[in-house]
């Protein structure tokens, strides 16, 4: 079993950047970035093969956010730059064993209790 603790959210002016956190006890394979604001359903933001570093992004993300893997801390992160009001929800990091390239944004199994990001307009 898989424990995943994310961190570095936080509140941000639009145009400023936040790096996320996800640690986590346990072997990893395929780790995603989610984010769910108010209202909404809970989307994809980015995974990435924590064996190959293969990274996936949903298409609106691709530019201004970066997933990168820190194998000898276990730790995901997610670098937001440019940040706009409508990236304001809670993140939350999950895991799985499977399908990363083919499905990077579905079948999670391990999920971690999110961090919540605010941007002001």
């Known amino acids: 079993q898989v424990q995943l603790v994310e961190s570095g959210g936080g509140s941000v002016q639009a145009g400023g950047s936040l790096r996320l956190s996800c640690v986590a006890s346990?072997?990893?394979?395929?780790v995603a970035w989610f984010r769910q604001a108010p209202g909404k359903e809970r989307e994809g933001v980015a995974a990435i093969h924590t064996g190959t570093g293969d990274a996936y992004y949903a298409d609106s993300r691709k530019g201004r956010f970066a997933i990168s893997h820190d194998n000898a801390n276990n730790t995901v992160y997610l670098q937001m730059n440019s940040l706009k009001s409508e990236d304001t929800a809670m993140y939350y990091c999950a895991n799985k064993a499977w399908g990363c390239a083919a499905y990077p944004f579905s079948g999670y199994s391990y999920w971690g209790q999110g961090t919540q990001v605010t941007v002001a307009s």
């Open positions: 346990g072997q990893t394979y395929c």
